[in-house]
């Protein structure tokens, strides 16, 4: 079974500050990093990481190479990585003294998008393959058509939360990865305990796979739950923990793996990333999770 995953690049730039910078105010930072991140390659690096064969589709600008070189160093195929002409996307991210953080993104590269360019990454692809998304790149819902055509099983990770998402054909989607907030916002239901019941309400066929922070994660599917503890530790940088999560859950899967393991492997890769710096940077290998979990 492959795996397909079509999605952002960024140059992250990222600041160490005392705290996030107020409306107003001029605040200098402890530190700055220039690192490779984006939620389509840190998914991609995850699931390269968690022991999956897996191909990215993505754009860069001239000044992206470093992006495509790292995906080919840690495994994925980059042939559907290609070069257009804009600058590359990029992140500017906070991160303050508890490991959170916050982001603002320049598209670039990544809203360049093309049906042909969807058309030729999809064509090597079969029913039951896997293909996933996330919301940092343009022609989403016709990715998700045109994939769903072709019978593959379309992961939408609905991040960042946007006010595209309700316009696409989500009842297309197979399996929908996401946090609370993000499942609050497409179920329309605010309250925590509500927003399973909602998504299940609405998109009857999809699994879903829902992160709760501290309080761990959730399946949904095939008419049962499953609940993850959260395995706690002493953040340092949140930054890519979700893409963490959803390479590992998501290379379990196309392994065959139950979903308990692939539950147990997330939460464990995605505990240990926040304990380190940086968005990719920060992704534990399958040994490194396999021996913390023994
Ligand atoms: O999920 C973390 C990522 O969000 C960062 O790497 C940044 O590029 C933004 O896309």
Redesign the pocket.
Known sequence: MKILNFG?L?L?LVYQMPHFVRAGETLSSTSFTRSV???G??QSVALAKAGAQVYHAGLVGEDGEMLRSFLQENGVDVRFVRTVDAPSGH?V?QVEPAGNNC?F?YGGANQCVTEAFIREALEPFEAGDFLILQN?INDIGRIIELAADRGMQVVLNP?PIADNLKSLPLERISWFILNEIEGAELSGRSDAGDVLEGLTALYPHARIVLTLGSEGSVYAGEGRRVHQSAYRVKAVDT??A??TFTGFFFAAMAEGAPVEEALRRASKASAISVTRPG??ASIPTLDEVLEALK
Do not use: V
């Open positions: 952002s960024n992250d991140g984006g939620k390659l840190n992140a991210i982001i993104l940092e991040s930054t890519a979700g893409d968005a990719a």
